[in-house]
């Protein structure tokens, strides 16, 4: 597993992690989500050190509903653009919210087959939870 110590203390990853669940809690605070009543936040580090968020946005139209690693990406690039290499996202109760699969897809443009996720089973890269992926690389 990314970022396991011998010792069993928290390695680099981890706490880029910890500090993202943070993050991603605060954005689910914004969220909006009247509908499902199930409001989600999403964050990320960037190559360069920002940390990106974003919440759900629902509609009265259900199927427009964005999630919130949609605002995450725009977010992205709105400031300055650059590469995903962790991600959390989080439930209403703050806990850990798993991507849906149309959401790691959209981290994997962003992020690529590298990028570090939490997941129920520990830190794990995107081309776990996305294997075998369609991405940019199979595009002229
Ligand atoms: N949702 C996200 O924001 N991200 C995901 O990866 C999973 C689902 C949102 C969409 C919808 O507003 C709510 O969770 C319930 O499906």
């Given at each position: 597993?990314?970022?396991?110590?011998?010792?069993?203390?928290?390695?680099?990853d981890e706490?880029?992690v910890?500090?993202?669940?943070e993050?991603?809690?605060?954005?689910m605070?914004?969220a909006y989500?009247?509908y499902?009543?199930?409001?989600?936040?999403?964050?990320?580090?960037v190559?360069?050190?920002?940390?990106?968020?974003?919440?759900?946005?629902?509609n009265?139209?259900?199927g427009?509903?964005?999630c919130?690693?949609c605002?995450?990406?725009s977010?992205?690039?709105?400031?300055?653009?650059?590469?995903?290499?962790h991600f959390?996202?989080?439930d209403?109760?703050?806990?850990?919210?798993m991507p849906?699969?149309?959401?790691?897809?959209l981290?994997?443009?962003?992020?690529?087959?590298a990028?570090i996720?939490?997941?129920?089973?520990g830190?794990?890269?995107?081309?776990?939870?996305?294997?075998e992926?369609?991405?940019?690389?199979?595009?002229?």
């Amino acid at each position: 597993m990314t970022g396991e110590r011998p010792g069993g203390g928290a390695g680099p990853d981890e706490q880029v992690v910890q500090e993202l669940r943070e993050a991603a809690r605060a954005a689910m605070s914004r969220a909006y989500a009247p509908y499902s009543g199930f409001p989600v936040g999403a964050a990320a580090r960037v190559d360069d050190g920002r940390t990106v968020t974003g919440c759900n946005v629902e509609n009265a139209s259900y199927g427009v509903g964005l999630c919130a690693e949609c605002g995450l990406v725009s977010q992205l690039l709105l400031t300055g653009g650059g590469r995903l290499t962790h991600f959390t996202c989080v439930d209403g109760k703050g806990e850990l919210c798993m991507p849906c699969g149309r959401c790691r897809q959209l981290l994997y443009e962003f992020g690529g087959p590298a990028l570090i996720m939490e997941t129920g089973s520990g830190l794990r890269t995107l081309a776990e939870m996305l294997p075998e992926a369609f991405g940019p690389q199979e595009l002229p």
